[in-house]
């Protein structure tokens, strides 16, 4: 019997230990993966991960310290993770920061940097410790890859330039790598939500949220769970011909 056979269907959920993350992995957990909560806030992991219960074959659940930004902090966690499920068929990349509010001429070139190290540069450092490893799975279906963008990636925000930018570039690097592993048997998709209440949220002005809020022709924001609902979908079996593709949950405000 494989390992993957005996520990069940095993993914990775990257800034898993609240908020968006917390409600993908309690969304997968309930459809029966066993999960690896990565999280710079080492602590939370491994909290939200014995929070989960254990995984319906009687095993843990796995948290661990990542900082996505950090090369060797993700190698040193996807390490860990191979070692204690042996497969890993699902990937979730969520962590991400918000960055500065202003005008995109007045952020500070240290603070645009560190949102595009942070949300671009970090999917782009997961992909490339993950990938490798998901290729070695045995059979033609090695696995399904769901990267976090958002609605901002589309459409722009005023005062939002540099995690516009970084989210624009994961829409982008999707389509490349869905394209890439299109005859691999791993598919890649990307999921555009608008703002959600969540601890990112908590970082902005009421004014601000108004602002935000104004712009979503439903008149709310989106909830976790809703965005838990299609990544869980788009890991899923069911899901089988988008690879490459955008999904948006926008509450309207998408145009394209």
């Not at 070139?109 to 949102?115: H, I, L, M, T």
Request: aromatic fraction near 6%; include cysteine; charge should be neutral.
């Amino acid at each position: 019997m494989s390992r993957d056979a005996q520990t069940g269907r095993a993914a990775i959920v990257t800034g898993g230990a609240r908020g968006i993350g917390l409600a993908i992995a309690r969304r997968l957990a309930a459809d029966g993966w066993r999960l690896a909560l990565w999280d710079r806030d080492a602590a939370g992991a491994i909290a939200a991960a014995s929070a989960l219960g254990p995984h319906h074959l009687g095993l843990p659940h796995l948290g661990l310290g990542c900082d996505i930004a950090d090369e060797a902090s993700v190698a040193a966690a996807a390490d860990a993770t191979w070692a204690a499920f042996g497969t890993v068929r699902g990937l979730v990349n969520n962590a991400g920061i918000l960055g500065p509010v202003a005008p995109l001429w007045l952020q500070p070139p240290a603070e645009f940097r560190r949102v595009i190290d942070v949300n671009l540069t970090g999917t782009f450092l997961v992909l490339a410790a993950c990938v490798p490893r998901m290729l070695e799975a045995v059979g033609p279906d090695r696995g399904r890859i769901v990267n976090v963008s958002s609605i901002q990636a589309k459409e722009g925000m005023p005062n939002a330039g540099a995690y516009a930018a970084s989210k624009a570039g994961i829409v982008a690097m999707t389509k490349s790598l869905g394209k890439e592993l299109a005859t691999h048997g791993i598919l890649v998709n990307c999921i555009t939500p608008a703002a959600a209440e969540t601890d990112m949220a908590k970082e902005i002005t009421p004014a601000r949220k108004a602002e935000i809020l104004a712009r979503i022709p439903m008149g709310r924001f989106v909830g976790v769970d809703e965005i838990a609902a299609m990544t869980g979908w788009l890991l899923s079996d069911d899901c089988s011909y988008s690879t490459g593709a955008v999904f948006d949950l926008s509450g309207g405000r998408a145009t394209y």
